[in-house]
């Protein structure tokens, strides 16, 4: 009978996808590449993300973490290594980009 | 009684942490010009061997570490991240490191197991 909750407390990855691609249009959908704001939209960004993720009100803890680059030829590569327990944690990462830049955003949910 | 247990043991160190994942980007990338085609190679070598490095402590915590290299070219770049933890246990550190021809940035982020 208590197993039946697991599904309520997995990390639910296009649940989580969404509230990325949403707080990413929101903040900068539309903007072009302006060096004095970008500061400002990473901050916003991830703190959209992640508060719409409390919402959620999972037993979770969540790291959400935001690169944007400008579009200038250059090579970007990211990765990431987790060391948690399979069954419960989970993440999720979105690329977006427009004209000028490129925006990723991850999320890793822990469970408690 | 019980809870004698010095508080270094559940507190995230970050200083020990970041001498850690200094010593594994020299390794792995140290004295390298930025190539295309290793650097896939490179932020799985780094991420894998901070994370092991990390482990060995053998503290109670479960670990997630991010690596970014961004070729030296004039473009602007730009990473935030925020967490939703506990902040008397949990904790992160950033190392930011460059050469020549690149920068790598790796952030480790430990969150406290019950």
Same mark, same amino acid.
């Given at each position: 009978?208590?197993?039946?909750?697991?599904? $309520?407390?997995?990390?639910?990855?296009?649940?989580?996808?969404?509230?990325?691609?949403?707080?990413? $249009?929101?903040?900068?959908?539309?903007?072009?590449?302006?060096?004095?704001?970008?500061?400002?939209?990473?901050?916003?960004?991830? $703190?959209?993300?992640?508060?719409?993720?409390?919402?959620?009100?999972?037993?979770?803890?969540?790291?959400?973490?935001?690169?944007?680059?400008?579009?200038?030829?250059?090579?970007?590569?990211?990765?990431?290594?987790?060391?948690?327990?399979?069954?419960?944690?989970?993440?999720?990462?979105?690329?977006?980009?427009?004209?000028?830049?490129?925006?990723?955003?991850?999320?890793?949910?822990?469970?408690? | 009684?019980?809870?004698?247990?010095?508080?270094?043991?559940?507190?995230?160190?970050?200083?020990?942490? =970041?001498?850690?994942?200094?010593?594994?980007?020299?390794?792995?990338?140290?004295?390298?010009?930025?190539?295309?085609?290793?650097?896939?190679?490179?932020?799985?070598?780094?991420?894998?061997?901070?994370?092991?490095?990390?482990?060995?402590?053998?503290?109670?915590?479960?670990?997630?570490?991010?690596?970014?290299?961004?070729?030296?070219?004039?473009?602007?770049?730009?990473?935030?991240? =925020?967490?939703?933890?506990?902040?008397?246990?949990?904790?992160?550190?950033?190392?930011?490191?460059?050469?020549?021809?690149?920068?790598?940035?790796?952030?480790?982020?430990?969150?406290?197991?019950?």
């Amino acid at each position: 009978m208590d197993e039946y909750q697991e599904e $309520e407390t997995a990390f639910a990855v296009e649940e989580v996808s969404k509230i990325i691609k949403e707080s990413v $249009e929101s903040a900068i959908g539309g903007n072009a590449y302006q060096h004095s704001r970008v500061h400002q939209w990473t901050t916003t960004v991830v $703190e959209q993300c992640l508060s719409q993720l409390s919402k959620l009100g999972k037993p979770f803890k969540y790291i959400v973490t935001c690169v944007i680059m400008q579009k200038n030829g250059a090579g970007l590569q990211t990765s990431s290594a987790c060391f948690w327990d399979n069954t419960t944690d989970g993440s999720c990462a979105v690329r977006w980009e427009n004209k000028s830049m490129y925006c990723i955003v991850s999320v890793y949910g822990l469970a408690i | 009684m019980e809870e004698y247990n010095s508080g270094d043991e559940v507190l995230f160190n970050a200083d020990e942490a =970041s001498v850690s994942v200094k010593e594994c980007i020299e390794g792995v990338i140290g004295g390298t010009d930025y190539n295309q085609n290793k650097v896939n190679q490179w932020t799985a070598s780094i991420v894998e061997h901070s994370l092991t490095h990390l482990v060995k402590q053998g503290r109670s915590f479960k670990y997630i570490v991010n690596c970014t290299i961004m070729q030296k070219s004039g473009a602007g770049l730009h990473t935030a991240n =925020s967490c939703y933890w506990d902040t008397a246990t949990d904790g992160s550190c950033t190392v930011r490191w460059e050469n020549r021809t690149m920068y790598c940035v790796v952030s480790v982020f430990a969150v406290a197991v019950a």
